[in-house]
T-cell receptor, first 116, second 112 residues
Framework: GAVVSQHPSRVICKSGTSVKIECRSL??????MFWYRQFPKQSLMLMAT?????????EQGVEKDKFLINHASLTLSTLTVTSAHPEDSSFYIC????????????FGPGTRLTVT | GEDVEQSLFLSVREGDSSVINCTYT??????LYWYKQEPGAGLQLLTY?????DMKQDQRLTVLLNKKDKHLSLRIADTQTGDSAIYFC????????????FGTGTRLKVLA
């Protein structure tokens, strides 16, 4: 099946700094990528949907200036957590969909962010 | 709004069958999925079912869909200790924004 990678897999940063997480589709072109956040022992919460070359669509309650999403190419989307705070600590997962009319999202392995 | 509910925990003995249930509210859902998540890892697609199907079987996995009651189940036959994980159901409506709505997750524990 299609492979999606995330980098880094784990990051620890200090409060007030910014962190960038990369999501790459390795063997297909992803017209749409999704960013999720997962708190411990909870479900995945969709943060935003991004289409290549256009602005991301954020879900209600997600601060777009806090979580910057860039989908610059058909194989790469980045999520930047700006001015991170301890409450931003979470597991961030991206997924990608291929082509139009796709019905399956391919998920990355996730990035564990810890803000100290 | 859309809502997808699952029971939180399920414990079974190795070799028994496991049944994980899911209820959803969006009647326009087109695809319904089952994902498996092991600790600290991403999501692995186990199977999916199209909304015009009632049942789908894939080796040890059987998915049943009751569209009238908006109820989805995943049966795992001959459950093994390696099946211990969190299982998420999800729904999507491709005619919309391709978004997935995930269930709350069921933690399956298989006892040896």
């Amino acid at each position: 099946g299609a492979v999606v990678s995330q980098h880094p897999s784990r990051v620890i940063c200090k409060s007030g700094t910014s962190v960038k997480i990369e999501c790459r589709s390795l063997d297909f072109q992803a017209t749409t990528m999704f960013w999720y956040r997962q708190f411990p022992k909870q479900s995945l919460m969709l943060m935003a949907t991004s289409n290549e070359g256009s602005k991301a669509t954020y879900e209600q309650g997600v601060e777009k200036d806090k979580f910057l999403i860039n989908h610059a190419s058909l194989t790469l989307s980045t999520l930047t957590v700006t001015s991170a705070h301890p409450e931003d600590s979470s597991f961030y997962i991206c997924s990608a969909g291929a082509g139009t009319g796709f019905y399956e999202q391919y998920f990355g392995p996730g990035t564990r962010l810890t803000v100290t | 709004g859309e809502d997808v509910e699952q029971s939180l925990f399920l414990s079974v003995r190795e070799g028994d069958s496991s049944v994980i249930n899911c209820t959803y509210t969006d009647s326009s859902s087109t695809y319904l999925y089952w994902y498996k998540q092991e600790p600290g890892a991403g999501l692995q697609l186990l199977t999916y079912i199209f909304s015009n199907m009632d049942m789908k079987q894939d080796q040890r996995l059987t998915v049943l869909l009751n569209k009238k009651d908006k109820h989805l189940s995943l049966r795992i036959a001959d459950t093994q200790t390696g099946d211990s994980a969190i299982y998420f159901c999800a729904e999507s409506n491709p005619s919309g924004t391709y978004k997935y709505i995930f269930g709350t997750g069921t933690r399956l524990k298989v006892l040896a």
